[in-house]
């Protein structure tokens, strides 16, 4: 799939999967089941290209935000702030979409931006008065979002590896 028009089609799907998985928890619980959306985001990112992290999570947040509009400027800023950090890292990372992808060093790339999140979004919410400071409780849900980080790396890894390079990209490049 080559075309721009199937590319975008699958962000926005991307995007929707992402909506719907936020959508049955409620906040934070939703925070400590990011795999779906470190997956989804990375593979945008793959997928897309530059950028394509960031377009994954524009839907993903624009729905989200309907969805729970007490919390619309949080959760469009942080979505966007996770897909800009997915993107970074795969840069950083040097992790191209037309490669296989080494597991450990995609691993570490989902592992960082999703701590970075957990703590930048706990520590907004606590800041402006949305939750109390319950520390055991905020070390859990960052121990349990970075594990998911991790996992989700593992699993892009995988499936880029064995099924979606070849898909995209025409073979093992």
Do not use: C, E, H
Request: glycine share 12%.
């Amino acid at each position: 799939m080559n075309s721009a028009g199937g590319k975008v089609s699958l962000v926005a799907l991307f995007g929707v999967i992402i909506f719907l998985s936020k959508a049955v928890l409620p906040t934070p619980l939703d925070k400590t089941v990011i795999l779906v959306q470190g997956l989804l985001l990375a593979l945008g990112g793959l997928i897309v290209g530059r950028l394509g992290a960031v377009y994954t999570a524009a839907i993903g947040g624009m729905l989200t935000a309907l969805w729970r509009p007490g919390f619309a400027p949080f959760t469009l800023t942080f979505a966007l702030l996770y897909g800009l950090t997915v993107d970074l890292s795969l840069t950083a990372f040097n992790l191209k979409s037309r490669k296989l992808l080494p597991v450990r060093r995609t691993m570490i790339a989902l592992a960082l931006p999703t701590a970075f999140l957990g703590v930048a979004s706990m520590t907004a919410m606590v800041a402006l008065g949305f939750m109390p400071m319950v520390l055991p409780f905020y070390l859990a849900i960052l121990g349990i979002g970075t594990l998911n980080g991790v996992v989700a790396g593992y699993l892009t890894a995988v499936l880029w590896n064995k099924y979606l390079a070849s898909y995209f990209y025409g073979g093992k490049t």
